[in-house]
């Protein structure tokens, strides 16, 4: 039997993810162990193999078939614009893709003003704007803490993941318009799905049962 | 210092030694098979003008496409496929025939992706179109031919993936969906996201298809999902097509798949694609497109295989799969007084079908210098030709 590669997005969705995988019968002892500096994790019985990465790379990784299968946010899988199969909704890790700013940006979504829109995803962005709204905008890229973005001027209005809105609320900004719901999915590679069509659809019902 | 010009461009690279034998080797026997289906060369030109390719002809948005202008200021495209070019050239020339027309071809695409995601952007390309056949025969040949060439390739662990669009097509018009829904529904089926097909509609067949993939029994299943008559026409012709295919003897590499709608807008019946472990993409590709060539002016339904002999590479290399045959070069080293009798020696081993490099011998060098530069080229054999005494007679084992 070949190794099946599990990809997952470190961080919250990947200890979601494996606690779902523990209660199916897959187990990784060594992934329990926090100083661990291992990279890449095998359980010999199941024959599966399984690595932490940087969310925006898990659908690199399973488009090149580096993994069978990958668990990542519904943003980086917007962002990134890979060919996968995207087989489920976990239904956890959710969270809305806003267009953030003050209070007083409200007006500037209206007209078709050219306006500048910081953002970690200029693609959703992009998009956004351009195929739905139709208005046409300056794309900042940023890497991080992008709310500092309307407050120091560097744009009019970010495009965010917002969760419960905390952050934005004590720096004075709000949601002003919603782009799409996001939540934790489960994606196949297109070659892995079908040489591996009966282990990846055994595995995906499972977990179905368990979440 | 002098900036040295070595680097090639992002996208583009150099194919050397025996990474380029391995492919011309690969190239040739898929070919030979080609060729013993009754299928000609043809060769097109690497740029065309850009109506060729446009939106409705090709498959490729048209911001992936290498363009530039001619004197005249048209506007010209490296070519991004080659069908295109094919279905110009046969509407040309062969406009008024009626009978089929079969032709193969190897070349070089370009496709201006975007950039830092480990895609080549030029690559190489062998295909064959079977123009002015409509029949299930001609699909039939189609995907032998596929399976035969991968054959040839060496490749032994691989599936074609067979589906045909009309079977969506019908349901979508069963269910009497508007527009926007059945895109939303063909994203979702394409993904194989079955839970979100699900909660989307409650036509039974729709709900099952984004399972519908595997051996033939998933075709039977298909059949008692539905009652409208193109989904059951669509799965009537993958029948008979898996009863020529097994006619072929090859019925063990086909398995189906009726959620497959890749380039939906474009394939008009069956369509396959060819999988194998090693590479996390499709190594043949292929379909029915029967409304291309009219675009240029011919009524002719066609079909066509492209096998991405890079991809295909890539995947035998990982797999570890050794191609027998090795180009064995013969070294002949002499000394400047040798020459005519080394040159003798090389006419009648080149005249026996060898191949053979002649060196002169650079006296600051070793013999030992020589055995090494030999392991490096997998040089096999060496004659040396010194100014006195008999010819000496080297194997290099690497």
């Keep these: 039997m070949r190794y099946l590669t599990f990809a997952l997005a470190k961080g919250r969705l990947a200890k979601k993810t494996l606690s779902y995988l523990e209660k199916m019968g897959i187990e990784m002892e060594e992934m329990k162990d926090p100083d661990t500096r291992k990279l890449i994790f095998v359980n010999e019985e199941l024959k599966i193999k399984m690595f932490l990465s940087k969310a925006s790379d898990v659908p690199t990784y399973v488009e090149y078939g580096a993994a069978d299968i990958g668990v990542v946010g519904k943003d980086t899988i917007l962002e990134e614009g890979r060919k996968l199969y995207e087989v489920m909704d976990l239904g956890f890790g959710k ?117 | 210092m002098k900036e040295r010009r070595i680097h090639t461009p992002e996208g583009v690279r150099d194919i050397y030694g025996s990474e380029c034998v391995r492919k011309n080797h690969l190239s040739e026997r898929m070919k030979n098979v080609l060729n013993s289906y009754g299928y000609r060369d043809i060769q097109t030109p690497t740029f065309e003008f850009f109506d060729i390719f446009n939106q409705d002809k090709g498959s490729l948005p048209s911001n992936q496409m290498y363009k530039f202008f001619d004197r005249e200021g048209n506007t010209l495209v490296l070519r991004p496929d080659i069908t295109p070019s094919i279905a110009r050239a046969v509407s040309k020339y062969f406009n008024e025939e009626i009978f089929s027309l079969r032709f193969s071809y190897t070349g070089n695409v370009f496709i201006n992706n975007s950039s830092l995601q480990g895609r080549m952007k030029e690559s190489t390309q062998m295909g064959a179109e079977l123009i002015g056949d409509d029949s299930v025969d001609a699909d039939a040949e189609m995907i032998a031919l596929s399976i035969h060439m991968l054959l040839a390739a060496g490749l032994k662990d691989f599936q074609i993936d067979v589906g045909h669009v009309g079977f ?211 040089i096999e054999t060496i004659y040396c030709f010194e100014n006195c005494g008999e010819v000496k007679f080297w194997e290099v084992n690497p």
């Design chain 1, 95 to 211: 969270c809305t893709m806003c267009v953030c700013g003050p209070e007083s940006a409200r007006d500037l979504l209206k007209h078709q003003q050219l306006i500048r829109v910081a953002s970690k995803y200029p693609n959703i962005a992009k998009d956004y704007f351009y195929n739905k709204k139709h208005q046409t905008v300056e794309v900042i890229k940023l890497h991080g803490s992008v709310e500092l973005a309307p407050i120091v001027g560097l744009a009019e209005v970010i495009v965010d993941i917002v969760e419960t809105g905390t952050t934005l609320k004590e720096n004075g900004l709000m949601v002003l318009e919603e782009i799409c719901p996001l939540s934790a999915r489960v994606v196949v590679n297109q070659v892995s799905m079908k040489m591996e069509n009966e282990r990846i659809t055994g595995l995906l019902n499972e977990l179905k049962n368990v979440l």
């Design chain 2, 168 to 378: 969506f097509k019908g349901l979508i018009k069963e269910t009497g969906m508007d527009e926007e829904r059945a895109q939303e529904l063909r994203e979702l089926v394409e993904n194989k996201n079955f839970f979100a097909v699900e909660a989307l509609t409650d036509n039974p067949a729709m709900i099952q298809l984004p399972r519908l993939f595997g051996s033939k029994e998933i075709l039977e299943e298909a059949k008692c999902l539905t009652a409208n008559e193109e989904s059951l026409e669509a799965i009537a012709r993958l029948e008979r097509l898996y009863e020529i295919i097994e006619g072929y003897g090859l019925g063990k590499y086909v398995t189906f798949d009726l959620g497959m709608l890749s380039q939906y807008e474009y394939y008009t019946g069956v369509i396959f694609r060819g999988y194998t472990y090693g590479t996390g993409d499709a190594v043949v590709k292929g379909g029915r497109y029967d409304h291309l060539l009219q675009k240029f002016g011919k009524e002719a339904p066609s079909v066509g295989l492209v096998v991405v002999v890079d991809e295909l590479l890539i995947a035998m290399t990982r797999q570890k799969l050794e191609m027998e045959e090795r180009e064995s070069i013969i070294m002949i080293l002499y000394e400047e007084e040798r020459l005519m009798d080394a040159l003798k020696k090389a006419n009648a081993l080149r005249e026996k079908g060898n191949c053979v490099q002649m060196n002169r011998m650079d006296m600051r060098m070793t013999m030992n210098d020589y055995v090494e530069y030999a392991k490096r080229f997998d």
